[in-house]
């Protein structure tokens, strides 16, 4: 454990000493979220003493709940400061309040009819709310003071503090709307106290009417959004997909999608300031961008032409790398950058300014060990090992999600899990399941949905707290077993370490999909490959048995350690909106390799290698946003071509250090990003802007476009 967060905790120093910033440390409460989905040291209270949860929890200040259990014959909970409550796959809970001045508090995987935060005389704050699973659950805050929490894998949120209170220095990671409206509706007090809130990953899927509303905030931010079809019962009562009124500053990256039923537009802003970066929008009602009275100006970075209204003649509209050229244009005027008046300098730099304040605040993680339950010599005599798997399938058919307790399980064969079967461990350093041999899988999926399938195709399973180790590949969905029709979709994916797995860890392969998942504190430890995709070799095009895609999935405080290959995606129909937050790349042969991945990106992130491959391949633009590198390989370029990196820090302070960039390097751009030793970059196409990149003091390459590797600052 010393060993990764020494790592990290340098990495953290160095991105304070380039930014001159303060970041906060990681909340008590992300730390209980680290140990265990379903910690076993926790009370337990079965399914049948519902009515005895508040009593328990007041006496214990933690209880686990039963997976799957229905919990709501009790009354609505108070949750207070210090105490816990762990469900695992859609445990159901009645109301749950969160009354005033609560702090570290934690509410981890549950169905809850609604979560409440009630008072304003107190600030509630440094509390988590992890994996608040069900249609139509909700989180309510009326009038309520809410600072510096995390919530995690939500639904519809609702926030009224036009009265009393605020919203402050909140993160929202992973909000998934289908169908409800509004989605997301924030309304903060004329006094505009509610501010630097931060959304990472949201989807907004065919909301009925509106999709999202704020009003009266001084800032937020959106990192990550996907929205492909609203309004679609015509209830809307604004026009835009997200619409953002009186309020200073709002900033919208790497957003996705479009409306092909062209229902409404898909932004709608009557704001001071806004900054889009990364747009990747497809069809809406045109125009797709309206601008209100009070638009000082818009600013936008690798953004396209989706059509755009303003109400302002005097409005001001900076466009850099607009329709991916490498061009700087107003009001839709292109100029050369060394003709760059004050004014349109000024706008540009303080836009970003803005932007990066919000990052400044988020919490840099801390990672645990790798755990390792059977230590060195996990392979000695595996040939002589009692098999376990008879006994473990036994206990998946019969019961559906098997239970195993602490201690080492050896199969000579997969373990197959049907729709909702699963299998939880004692803790992923406590409980492992062994392969006998290197050529087997350790689980498979067994849906069997094939081509003909015309129904149900929905396949999801449960795995927590286990460590896999030493098979062919830790999960196998296949055509074979999953079955070509097979969409994976709310899976319950969590504290698992796949270690030692000969071909991957995880294996998508020539199924359908998985789309809209969330996986967190998952650990890839010496794998040939962390995850691989792998569609049909027959698949063209269009909707397919075997097209095998990945869709706004997201992946939460995972590690890939020491892995030939972290990530390897091949897809032929694009992979849309995937995210990595909070996670770790260590020590890697090769890191990142994509094939059609559309605004996927990397948030909060720590990448370190030695490796002389560079760290990413890609054809498509990929993300990397408030992240931290190191390299010691001189050989290559890190990053290459098609990086969008948004408040990156880069340690080139070792003597053999690599560089960022090269003169080859197609459509990079780097913003807000900064080196610990600054160096001349080179670029083919791109842009520089905001960041000290360059050691010559008479030329800092601070705001530069590249365009056939002629540089010209602006």
């Known amino acids: 454990m010393l060993k990764h967060n020494t790592l990290f905790l340098g990495l953290s120093l160095i991105s304070l000493i380039l930014c001159g910033c303060s970041f906060a440390a ?17 009370f337990y209270l079965p399914e049948n003493e519902a009515p005895q949860l508040q009593r328990v929890l007041d006496r214990l200040n933690s209880v686990r709940l039963k997976p799957g259990g229905n919990y709501r014959k009790s009354f609505s909970i108070k949750l207070k400061s210090n105490q816990s409550i762990y469900g695992l796959a859609g445990t159901q809970l009645p109301e749950v309040i969160i009354p005033e001045g609560t702090t570290n508090a934690l ?33 309510q805050v009326d009038n309520a003071l809410l600072e510096n929490n995390l919530f995690i894998d939500l639904g519809i949120i609702q926030v009224d503090t036009s009265k009393k209170g605020y919203l402050k220095n909140n993160r929202f990671i992973r909000t998934t709307v289908h169908g409800n409206s509004p989605a997301i509706s924030i309304t903060g007090d004329s006094a505009k106290q509610s501010s630097n809130n931060l959304f990472v990953w949201a989807n ?16 937020i931010t959106f990192m990550g959004i996907d929205a492909e079809a609203w309004n679609l019962k015509h209830l809307a009562t604004y026009p835009g997909m997200m619409n953002v009124l009186n309020t200073d500053s709002v900033s919208v990256l790497m957003s996705n999608g479009g409306d092909f039923r062209q229902t409404g537009q898909y932004f709608n802003l009557d704001v001071k300031n806004v900054i889009l970066q990364s747009m990747r929008i497809g069809g809406s009602k045109n125009p797709g961008i309206i601008l209100g009275d009070h638009v000082d100006k818009l600013v936008t970075i690798d953004g396209r032409d989706i059509g755009l209204a303003k109400s302002n003649p005097a409005t001001q509209i900076i466009d850099l790398f607009y329709n991916a050229k490498p061009t700087i244009a107003e009001n839709g005027v292109i100029f050369e950058p060394e003709n760059i008046t004050s004014k349109t300098h000024n706008a540009i730099i303080d836009a970003l300014n803005s932007d990066k304040a919000i990052y400044e605040s988020w919490q840099t993680p801390v990672f645990a060990a790798i755990p390792d339950p059977a230590g060195s010599n996990w392979q000695a005599n595996l ?10 399938q036994s206990l998946i058919d019969s019961k559906g999600i098997a239970e195993l307790k602490a201690g080492i399980y050896y199969i000579s064969k997969p373990l197959v899990l049907k729709l909702n079967q699963g299998i939880i461990g004692a803790g992923a350093s406590k409980t492992v399941i062994i392969a006998k041999s290197p050529t087997i899988d350790i689980i498979q ?3 069997h949905l094939d081509a003909t399938s015309q129904a149900n195709n929905i396949a999801r399973f449960t795995l927590t707290d286990i460590t896999l180790q030493g098979g062919l590949n830790g999960i196998h969905h296949s055509n074979t077993g999953s079955g070509q029709r097979a969409v994976y979709e709310q899976m319950t994916l969590s504290h698992v370490t796949f270690r030692n797995m000969a071909n991957a860890g995880i294996f998508i392969d020539n199924i359908y999909a998985w789309d809209n998942n969330f996986i967190d504190h998952v650990n890839f430890f010496r794998c040939k490959t962390g995850i691989m995709q792998r569609p049909d070799p027959a698949y063209v095009s269009g909707s397919a048995p075997g097209m095998t895609y990945l869709d706004k999935n997201v992946f939460y405080q995972l590690q890939f350690i ?29 890191t990142l390799n994509f094939v059609n991945s559309d605004s996927n990106f990397f948030a909060n992130s720590v990448f370190e290698s030695t490796s002389n491959q560079p760290l990413l391949n890609t054809n498509r633009l990929i993300g990397f946003f408030h992240s931290r590198f190191t390299s010691s390989s001189p050989s290559v370029a890190l990053l290459g071509s098609l990086a969008f990196c948004n408040y990156c820090s880069f340690n080139n302070n070792t003597t053999n250090s690599s560089p960022i960039t090269s003169a080859n390097s197609q459509y990079s751009l780097f913003i807000n990003s900064t080196m610990l030793k600054p160096s001349q970059q080179s670029l083919n196409t791109g842009i520089i802007a905001n960041s000290n990149f360059s050691g010559n003091a008479s030329k800092p390459m601070v705001n530069t476009l590249f365009n056939k590797q002629v540089a010209k600052p602006f």
């Open 107 to 139: 509410l981890s995987d549950v169905n809850a009819t609604k979560i409440s935060f009630t008072g304003f005389t107190k600030p509630t704050t440094g509390n988590c709310l992890s994996r608040i699973r069900g249609v139509g659950t909700k989180l």
């Open 204 to 219: 907004m899927l065919s909301p009925e009417g509106d999709s999202i509303i704020i009003k009266n905030q001084k800032s």
């Open 26 to 42: 990681p909340l008590p409460c992300e730390g209980r979220l680290a140990e265990a989905a379903l910690p076993q040291n926790v």
């Open 445 to 447: 999926g067994a849906e």
């Open 562 to 590: 020491e892995n030939e290959i972290a990530i390897d995606w091949q897809a032929k129909r694009g992979n849309n909106l995937n995210a990595f937050i909070d996670s770790l790349f260590k020590n890697n042969t090769q």
């Open 383 to 392: 040939n002589q090992k009692p098999d376990s798997s008879d006994t473990i």
